[in-house]
């Protein structure tokens, strides 16, 4: 079947029709982060208090977290942007197969049950289109601190030997500073009997986010942030009502990125500028000023022009936003070499760039972009969630009406982003088939 043939039959199904040509203008709103807010909801388990979080993205992720912490018998109310969680009963430490696979972030909750009763059974994520994703890091930070681990049948049977099936604090030198690795690890050994240092671990603002929510509820957490955290083991962790999650900096930055490639000014809020700081960077190298106050930032595009990105673990460039910068650089004056250093196989939103005109030669993972004058609109699928964003904004800049589908990807991390971008000027709309 031809490329075409395969593509018009992908518009039967859900897709967003993107105008192009567009600009935008005003102040478009960020969600809370859908990687911390994921996180922090199963760190519900670590406590028989209720945790209250507020500034929760509505996603279908969050839809499905709430129903994975549900089956284990915690208690889960949404209401609007506020989730509060119960985990005083527990029924089962054995989150469904189907759920797990589908929502990598869930497979963390094996830190917290543990810490919490000891034993858990929870299903190896599947990799997925981006990589093979493994949680060698994971297994090998829960061992370390006690934890009895054999895997059958793709199922992490996971057991803490002794009488009171208590954690024992250690020293833990991470391979990779892997951000679930690296949460999944530290939820285990807040309730840990004596003290643990994690070396080597990842600094990503989620990271800092969930040390934070922990301290707030009794942990003893220091170095978040940095590359090595210590955690005193506590005996118990008490509930924390009305926490925030912090602003999405992927999503902030998909705005921005979205405002460079129509070259529209536009003000993004809110928004945490020291969490953006290697992306704000590359933005005013390609031609963007960017005005950055408490609240938010407003980026005004000049003429834009290569850059060069290698993405790195935080504080280097965002895996997440490299497909979206990439949108951006297919328009850009020169040539720009985009290098992917975080996953093995995250380069197929070029063919999909390719469709719409972009200029990209791909050589392992280092895809070299030439720009062009104008993308042409055509129908393209978004391959994962950022690759979904990344057609978006390449159809905002694109010559006619482009057909994005790929949607059940793109809902999973932002957050109703056609009404955000039609509400500062985009011509968006969403259609069943
Ligand atoms: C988190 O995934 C994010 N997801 C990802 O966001 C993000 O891309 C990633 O961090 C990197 O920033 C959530 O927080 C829910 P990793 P995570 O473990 O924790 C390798 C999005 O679009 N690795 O830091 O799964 C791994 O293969 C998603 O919002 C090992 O080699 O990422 C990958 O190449 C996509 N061994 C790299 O590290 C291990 O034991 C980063 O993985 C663990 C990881």
């Known amino acids: 079947m031809t490329a075409a043939a395969i593509a ?51 996603l279908t992720d969050i839809g499905g977290m709430s129903e994975i912490l549900a089956s284990l018998g915690v208690k889960v109310e949404r209401q609007a942007d506020r989730v509060r969680l119960n985990a005083a009963v527990l029924s089962s430490s054995e989150p469904p197969y189907e759920l797990v696979n589908s929502l990598r972030a869930s ?47 793709g199922i992490i049977h996971a057991n803490v030997p002794g009488p009171n099936k208590r954690l024992k604090g250690a020293s833990i030198i991470l391979d990779c500073p892997s951000v679930g690795a690296t949460e999944t690890i530290l939820m285990a050994a807040v309730l840990a009997e004596g003290t643990s240092t994690i070396e080597n671990v990842a600094q990503e603002p989620e990271v800092q986010d969930l040390a934070n929510l922990l301290n707030r509820m009794g942990a003893r957490v220091s170095g978040a ?30 705005f921005l990125m979205a405002a460079a490639i129509t070259r529209s000014r536009l003000r993004v809020e809110p928004v945490v500028p020291e969490h953006l700081n290697a992306v704000l960077q590359k933005l005013r190298d390609c031609g963007c000023h960017l005005d950055i106050d408490a609240t938010g930032i407003t980026i005004t595009p000049k003429e834009i022009t290569a850059v060069d990105i290698t993405t790195q673990p935080f504080p280097g460039f965002p895996t997440d ?13 020169g040539t720009s070499v985009i290098t992917e250093r975080i996953y093995e196989n995250r380069m197929q939103h070029v063919g999909e760039l390719q469709r719409m005109g972009a200029s990209i030669r791909v050589d392992g993972n280092t895809a070299i972009v030439e720009g062009v004058f104008r993308l042409s609109a055509a129908p393209v699928k978004g391959s994962d969630l950022r690759a979904s964003a990344a057609m978006v904004l390449a159809g905002l800049a694109a010559d006619g009406t482009s057909k994005v589908s790929g949607l059940q990807h793109l809902d999973r991390g932002y957050d109703d982003i056609e009404a955000k971008l039609n509400g500062v000027g985009a011509v968006i709309s969403r259609q069943a088939s």
Do not use: W
């Not at 992908?10 to 807010?37: C, D, F, M, Q, W």
């Not at 890091?137 to 829960?142: P, Q």
């Open 8 to 58: 018009s039959q992908e518009i039967l199904k859900p897709h967003l029709t993107v105008a192009g040509g567009h600009s935008l203008g005003g102040t478009i709103r960020v969600s809370g982060a859908k990687n911390s807010a994921l996180v922090l909801m199963t760190a519900s388990l670590l406590t028989a208090d209720t945790l209250e979080l507020c500034n929760v993205p509505d």
């Open 107 to 153: 497979f963390f909750s094996i830190g917290p049950l543990l810490g919490r009763l000891g034993h858990a059974k929870v299903p190896l994520p599947g990799g997925c289109r981006i990589g093979a994703r493994p949680v060698v890091e994971h297994i090998r930070g829960l061992k370390a601190l006690g934890a009895v681990i054999q895997v059958e049948h």
């Open 225 to 254: 942030g940095s590359p090595v955290i210590t955690v005193e083991g506590v005996e118990s962790l008490h509930g924390c009502l009305d926490y925030p999650v912090i602003p999405d900096r992927i999503e902030a930055g998909t």
């Open 321 to 333: 936003l490299q497909a979206p910068f990439m949108a951006l650089m297919t328009t850009a004056r």
